[in-house]
């Protein structure tokens, strides 16, 4: 079975640009989680959705949004894109968002130039 | 103040070492706990939940202190594959759902 898959796995942007990022969860996971990895700093809570609708919302500027799909894929957005968006970002999936376990993606690596 | 702060290492073992990573959290109303490791460039991953009646997973041993807000994780006969960055992970829940928050990592060097 496959786990959570996200797309892409690497990507450079341009200050002021927009970026859209992908995640799949485990088939039959209805719930997403995207968290940001700073270099040297632990994963941080973005938003969590479960059945389409946002469950969480961490502290992060309105130039970050994200949806999920009738199919509970999700894609995470940020506009605007400044220096200090360079980070890993995971996509987390689970059944109903309300498990004590989450399964991580392997991340998108976001270079901003 | 972090709402979950560790001592981001590295610590530099021997192989067969014994070593514990500590981990404090501030929020009170903390429902669930956890450690995850991390290897380098990949993504966290679930070590083990912690309980307050301590819980051991084979060589790996964790404990929550609730009173204390306090988080442990011992590792005994360090092998060198456990060298990696551990995670201390607290859920705080958030509108019915789950919000983890993670410590800065504690990095672990585990040599011959």
């Known amino acids: 079975d496959a786990g959570v898959t996200q797309s892409p796995t690497h990507l450079i942007k341009t200050r002021g640009q927009h970026v859209t990022l992908r995640c799949s969860p485990i088939?039959?996971?209805?719930?997403v989680s995207w968290y940001q990895q700073v270099l040297g700093q632990g994963p941080q809570f973005i938003f969590q959705?479960?059945?389409?609708?946002?469950?969480g919302r961490g502290n992060f500027p309105d130039r970050f949004s994200a949806r999920q799909f009738p199919n509970y894929s999700s894609e995470l957005n940020v506009n605007a894109l400044l220096l200090g968006d360079s980070a890993l970002y995971l996509c987390?999936?689970?059944?109903?968002?309300?498990?004590?376990?989450?399964?991580f993606g392997q991340g998108t690596r976001l270079t901003v130039v | 103040r972090k709402e979950v702060e560790q001592d981001p290492g590295p610590f530099n073992v021997p192989e067969g070492a014994t070593v514990a990573f500590n981990c404090t959290y501030s929020?009170?109303?903390?429902?669930?706990f956890f450690w995850y490791r991390q290897d380098c460039r990949k993504e966290p991953k679930l070590l083990m939940s912690?309980?307050?009646s301590g819980n051991e997973d084979g060589r790996f041993t964790a404990q929550l202190n609730r009173a204390s807000q306090y988080i442990s994780l011992l590792i005994r006969d360090s092998k060198l594959s456990d060298s990696a960055t551990y995670l201390c992970?607290?859920?705080?829940?958030?509108?019915?759902?789950?919000?983890?928050?993670f410590g800065t990592g504690t990095q672990l060097k585990v040599e011959l």
């Open positions: 987390a999936s689970s059944w109903t968002g309300t498990e004590t376990e989450a399964f």
């Open positions: 088939s039959g996971h209805k719930s």
């Open positions: 959705y479960y059945e389409k609708e946002e469950r």
């Open positions: 929020n009170s109303a903390s429902q669930s």
């Open positions: 912690v309980y307050s």
């Open positions: 992970v607290v859920n705080i829940g958030t509108g019915g759902g789950n919000k983890l928050t």
